[in-house]
């Protein structure tokens, strides 16, 4: 049957795919609309399968909250080229899965990827967009933040971005975002140093043990002097403790304890596509 430019132009809206895709899946599919979407996929499918052992290291990383403050979420969309993650519908099409994981308050990378955008799965979207990117796409990471009062932050270039969670509703926004950016620009492991994992402490003392050996120190100092440099990492790598890098002069912890002495920090995330 003749396929009309119409049809073309409204299977491309549909699915994104280049115009000459379109037309040759609505005449491979006799003019089924939905018949062609399936040939789409399974193209994007054939490209996916060629493409499986290729890097996809580049891509976007991007957060944000919902409108109550009260949850938020980072989503993370590979591909394989620097080109494409700059590409406008690439990223329209990150936050589009990320409107959507917060709007149906999905947990998980699992859940987000058997949830339905406009009909279609996640997991069965990103093939799709790969058949037309022709690049290798993968969501490698989603997680969630639920708490009072949550605030996300994009480092410029979508390749690194944060998520923060407080112990108080209506936290000011500025305050907030200090500490959001200090966990993007310092890179924290923990919280505080109660919530250091145990096998990191360990590996510290060890680590410090054994520079105080090198060092000359008498075996019976090793671990007195082990335990003060562990002091020194926790001020270094935990966030609340952390030197704020907009008053060196202070630490995290008394930075919110000027804004409201109940105001702490209950959890964050951090993902960045260099480290």
């Known amino acids: 049957m003749a396929i009309s430019a119409a049809d073309v132009s409204k299977l491309r809206k549909m699915t994104g795919a280049g115009m000459m895709d379109c037309k040759r899946?609505?005449?491979?599919?006799?003019?089924d609309f939905d018949a062609a979407i399936d040939?789409?996929?399974?193209?994007?499918?054939?490209?996916?399968?060629k493409r499986a052992d290729r890097e996809a290291s580049e891509g976007v990383v991007l957060s944000k909250v919902t409108e109550?403050?009260?949850?938020?979420?980072?989503?993370v969309l590979n591909c394989e080229t620097d080109f494409v993650a700059k590409n406008e519908n690439f990223?329209?099409?990150?936050?589009?899965?990320?409107?959507?994981?917060?709007?149906?308050?999905?947990?998980?990378?699992?859940?987000?990827?058997e949830m339905k955008l406009n009909g279609v799965k996640v997991s069965d979207l990103v093939i799709e967009q790969i058949g037309v990117i022709g690049e290798k796409l993968d969501i490698p990471y989603f997680d969630v933040i639920e708490?009072?009062?949550?605030?996300?932050?994009?480092?410029p270039g979508n390749k690194l971005a944060t998520l923060v969670g407080f112990n108080l509703p209506n936290v000011e926004y500025q305050v907030a975002r200090d500490?959001?950016?200090?966990?993007?620009?310092?890179?924290?492991?923990?919280?505080?140093?109660?919530?250091?994992p145990?096998?990191?402490?360990?590996?510290?003392?060890?680590?410090g043990r054994e520079l105080a050996r090198n060092e000359g120190k008498p075996e019976a100092m090793l671990d007195k002097i082990a335990r003060g440099r562990l002091t020194k990492f926790y001020a270094e790598s935990t966030l609340l403790e952390?030197?704020?890098?907009?008053?060196g002069k202070i630490n995290i912890e008394q930075y919110l304890k000027q804004q409201n002495k109940e105001l702490t920090v209950t959890s964050f995330k951090r993902y960045s596509l260099n480290n």
């Open 147 to 155: 708490s009072e009062y949550v605030v996300s932050y994009i480092h």
């Open 39 to 49: 040939v789409i996929r399974k193209k994007g499918q054939a490209i996916a399968n």
């Open 91 to 113: 990223i329209a099409l990150a936050y589009s899965i990320l409107d959507e994981g917060l709007k149906n308050n999905i947990k998980t990378l699992d859940e987000l990827k």
């Open 179 to 196: 500490v959001a950016m200090q966990v993007a620009a310092m890179s924290p492991i923990a919280v505080d140093a109660k919530s250091v």
């Open 242 to 247: 952390q030197t704020f890098v907009k008053d």
């Open 198 to 207: 145990q096998n990191v402490i360990d590996k510290e003392l060890e680590i």
């Open 25 to 31: 899946a609505l005449e491979e599919t006799d003019g």
């Open 68 to 75: 109550t403050n009260k949850r938020g979420a980072i989503l």
